[in-house]
C-alpha cells in the first residue's frame, strides 16, 4: 500500500506546540495544559489538500471540511483526552495521528467558607474568617455541651474535620483538612474556648 500522501503538513494547538515536535512520519503527540483549561482547538491540514480528514474524540466521528484548518475544538476533563486524526486518499488507505491533551488535576484546597454554631445560635470567628487564615478561635459560655462547624470548600476538593465536637472546659482544639484533587493539603485549626464554670460552691446535703 502506498501511504506517501496520508500525511499531515503540521499540527499545532491553541494552547500551543505539542511534543514532540512535529515531524510528519510520527504519528503520536503530547500536549500538557493547566487545569484552568477547559477545552482545546486543533490545527493541521494534509500534505495532500485531496485527501478525506476525519476527527475521533470519545467515540464521536466528525468529518474536517477540506481546505479547513481547524481540526476542531474539543472540551477536556481532568487527565488524558485523547484526538485521533485520520487521514484517508481517495483508495481508502489511512494514516492514524494521536494527540494526548493531558489536563491538570485541580490544586485547589482552600475553606470557602466556615461558621460555627450552637444549635441555631452562630458564634463569631476570631479572626472573620478568611480562605488563606488558617487559625481561629470562638468563645463559648460555660456548660455549652458541644459545637458544629460547617463550611463550603473548593470545586473538586474533599475536607475532613467538619461537623459536630462535643466540648471540654477551656480549649478544645478541632482540625480540619482540606485535600485537593491533585493531592496537595490544607489545614485549618479552630481552638473552641469553652468559659470556665464561675460556681465554685460545694453542695450541702440537707
Do not use: W
Not at 484552568?36 to 480528514?53: A, N, Y
Not at 481517495?90 to 485547589?108: F, L, P, Q
Amino acid at each position: 500500500m502506498h501511504y506517501a500522501n496520508t500525511y499531515l503538513d503540521y499540527l499545532y494547538t491553541s494552547e500551543g506546540d505539542v511534543t514532540p515536535k512535529f515531524v510528519k512520519e510520527t504519528i503520536e503527540y503530547t500536549i500538557n495544559v493547566g487545569h484552568d483549561v477547559t477545552s482545546i482547538e486543533l490545527f493541521g491540514e494534509p500534505v495532500d489538500k485531496s485527501m478525506t480528514v476525519t476527527t475521533i474524540f470519545e467515540g464521536v466521528t466528525k468529518t474536517i471540511a477540506k481546505g479547513e484548518p481547524s481540526l476542531g475544538e474539543y472540551n477536556l476533563k481532568t487527565g488524558n483526552n485523547v484526538v485521533y486524526i485520520k487521514i484517508t486518499s481517495v483508495s481508502g488507505v489511512s494514516r492514524t495521528y494521536i494527540v494526548n491533551v493531558n489536563r491538570a488535576k485541580d490544586t485547589a484546597n482552600y475553606l470557602l467558607t466556615l461558621e460555627a454554631k450552637v444549635g441555631s445560635i452562630k458564634y463569631e470567628l476570631d479572626p472573620t474568617f478568611d480562605s488563606e487564615v488558617k487559625s481561629y478561635t470562638v468563645t463559648v459560655p460555660a456548660g455549652t455541651p458541644n459545637i458544629t462547624l460547617s463550611g463550603t470548600i473548593s470545586t473538586n476538593a474533599t475536607v475532613t474535620g467538619l461537623g459536630t465536637y462535643d466540648l471540654q472546659p477551656g480549649n478544645n482544639v478541632i482540625t480540619i483538612k482540606v485535600k485537593s484533587e491533585s493531592g496537595d493539603e490544607n489545614e485549618y485549626t479552630v481552638t473552641v474556648y469553652r468559659e470556665l464554670s464561675t460556681n465554685n460552691f460545694l453542695s450541702r446535703k440537707p
